[in-house]
């Protein structure tokens, strides 16, 4: 065992080894297991989540551990994010049961990219050198790439791994550009003496163009405007469980790594890159709304949508205070609930006569399938932000954040942004229950994807109505990350 490695980091260590330890014994099950009889495959993937979770409740402590000499911390905030990666995960194969099965899929092999994905989040969420947080970075896109153009028949499918592929690889680089420099500069790439070395050197132009540099980076994979131009090809054209995944679980470890970088390893550049998040919070959620307004499919519809609420989430970091950054966590359990419950029922809709990706494809739903279009309306009103719904409770959050932090007429747009969202919100459901053209066989739940509903919708709805515990656990986890408060312009 190397000298810089303990059995005390393998404890703290315990669910990403949980996690690999699944992976590998799915891949060994996939090569055993026929084709027709690889269903139970994505029992296992369930149950290796499951365990991984057991082992995140289990190494959790109050007081944050650094473990392999530094490159990694065992803290709240990366719990809390390791806690959204996992439940996303949990609820996308939750989602691909019944609908591999209609694509004609593989199991093994898909569940197997899904716990890769998920095992280089939680790497993205707890480490504190930016070579950790790298290779975790590219664990996740690889097996993304490979994920979105799965469909092999599907050209779609094949045209969004290829625009993944590409346009991640372009902002990979950009990315790798700006650390290069940092690292030149400071001669670490520890985040914590990271933040001594920028801070002894003071303002640099190199320092102002890695800055710039690793914020495009990141901004390719929260779909920041104008960093966003992949995203709703390929959330259209990808598998809708992975569409889902995307959405939430990329996006979560994503933020993780911002928060990450610039709190922890930037903070001395706070007054740079507050003025330059501003800016692309701003333009991110107009940009966002404006486009799903005239969206007939649903998958492109919910893909601006996220591109919006990336804009919402930036608020957190722009605060750059405890509360703006426990109320983008809180933001984000929210967020995970009912963007995941919205694409559980367009994966409904998915039938073998049917694709059921647009709008007029939720035709009648209420007369076909009540629940799903009841826990619809929900997800759609709580997306925008209405009461009593847990959407309302977490844009309430993070607007009174920004109004704290002096950040007023960020706390306005926001607001304006989310009355205009309404519109395409209320566009699902006027095709839901007042229109009754419908194509295709019956839709049916299965017990799998009835699951998911019901997780998502009691998590939309307990949130709004009881949210305290959350508010506690959040403001745990942001004080955790040793933020002291950096904001220093008033717009």
């Given at each position: 065992m190397p000298a810089w490695f303990s059995l005390n980091d393998l404890y703290y260590l315990l669910p990403e080894l949980v996690l690999a330890s699944g992976v590998l014994v799915l891949l060994v099950a996939t090569a055993l297991t026929p084709k027709r009889r690889q269903g139970w495959l994505s029992w296992l993937a369930l149950g290796a989540l499951a365990a991984s979770a057991a082992a995140v409740l289990a190494v959790?402590?109050?007081?944050?551990?650094?473990?392999?000499?530094?490159?990694?911390?065992?803290?709240?905030?990366?719990?809390?994010?390791?806690?959204?990666?996992?439940?996303?995960?949990?609820?996308?194969v939750l989602l691909s049961v019944r609908y591999l099965d209609t694509e004609g899929a593989r199991h093994g092999s898909y569940m197997f990219l899904v716990l890769c994905a998920t095992l280089g989040m939680m790497f993205m969420a707890s480490g504190t050198d930016l070579v950790v947080i790298f290779v975790g970075l590219e664990t996740m896109a690889i097996a993304f790439y490979i994920l979105a153009g799965l469909l092999k028949p599907d050209r779609r499918s094949n045209e969004a791994?290829?625009?993944?592929?590409?346009?991640?690889?372009?902002?990979?680089?950009?990315?790798?550009?700006?650390?290069?420099?940092?690292?030149?500069?400071?001669?670490?790439?520890?985040?914590?003496?990271?933040?001594?070395?920028?801070?002894?050197?003071?303002?640099?132009?190199?320092?102002?163009l890695a800055l710039i540099l690793v914020a495009a980076g990141i901004g390719f994979k929260i779909a920041a405007v104008p960093f966003h131009m992949w995203a709703p090809d390929v959330y259209e054209g990808a598998p809708t469980p992975i569409t889902a995944f995307l959405s939430v679980g990329s996006k979560a470890?994503?933020?993780?790594?911002?928060?990450?970088?610039?709190?922890?390893?930037?903070?001395?550049?706070?007054?740079?890159?507050t003025i330059l998040f501003y800016v692309l919070a701003?333009?991110?959620?107009?940009?966002?709304?404006?486009?799903?307004?005239?969206?007939?499919?649903?998958?492109?519809?919910?893909?601006?949508?996220?591109?919006?609420?990336?804009?919402?989430?930036?608020?957190?970091?722009?605060?750059?205070?405890?509360?703006?950054?426990?109320?983008?966590?809180?933001y984000f359990v929210i967020y995970a609930f009912m963007q995941m419950g919205a694409f559980a029922v367009v994966v409904l809709l998915r039938r073998?006569?049917?694709?059921?990706?647009?709008?007029?494809?939720?035709?009648?739903?209420?007369?076909?399938?009540?629940?799903?279009?009841?826990?619809?309306?929900?997800?759609?009103?709580?997306?925008?932000?209405?009461?009593?719904t847990?959407?309302?409770?977490?844009?309430?959050?993070?607007?009174?954040?920004?109004?704290?932090?002096?950040?007023?007429?960020?706390?306005?747009?926001?607001?304006?942004n989310s009355a205009v969202s309404l519109y395409y919100y209320l566009r699902v459901v006027v095709f839901m229950f007042m229109k009754h053209e419908a194509a295709g066989s019956q839709p049916a739940l299965s017990p799998a994807l009835t699951t998911a509903l019901v997780v998502t919708l009691a998590g939309t709805l307990v949130l709004g109505v009881y949210p305290r515990p959350l508010f506690e656990l959040a403001e745990l986890s942001a004080r955790a990350l040793g933020v002291v408060g950096v904001s220093a312009t008033v717009f």
């Open positions: 959790a402590r109050p007081v944050p551990v650094d473990v392999a000499r530094g490159l990694i911390s065992v803290d709240a905030f990366a719990a809390f994010f390791k806690g959204i990666v996992l439940l996303a995960a949990a609820l996308t791994a290829v625009k993944y592929f590409l346009l991640g690889a372009f902002s990979l680089g950009i990315l790798l550009y700006g650390i290069s420099i940092l690292y030149g500069m400071s001669g670490t790439t520890n985040l914590r003496a990271l933040a001594e070395a920028v801070a002894a050197r003071g303002r640099d132009p190199w320092l102002m470890a994503s933020f993780a790594m911002l928060l990450r970088i610039f709190l922890e390893g930037l903070p001395s550049l706070s007054g740079d890159w701003v333009v991110t959620m107009t940009v966002g709304n404006i486009a799903a307004l005239t969206q007939s499919n649903t998958k492109r519809m919910l893909a601006y949508s996220s591109i919006a609420h990336a804009g919402y989430l930036l608020i957190g970091v722009i605060a750059g205070t405890t509360r703006g950054v426990a109320a983008m966590l809180i073998a006569d049917v694709i059921g990706d647009e709008l007029k494809d939720l035709g009648g739903l209420l007369a076909r399938q009540p629940f799903a279009a009841v826990a619809m309306l929900v997800f759609m009103l709580s997306l925008g932000g209405i009461p009593p847990a959407g309302f409770m977490g844009k309430f959050w993070l607007f009174s954040a920004a109004i704290d932090a002096n950040y007023v007429w960020l706390a306005v747009i926001g607001v304006l």
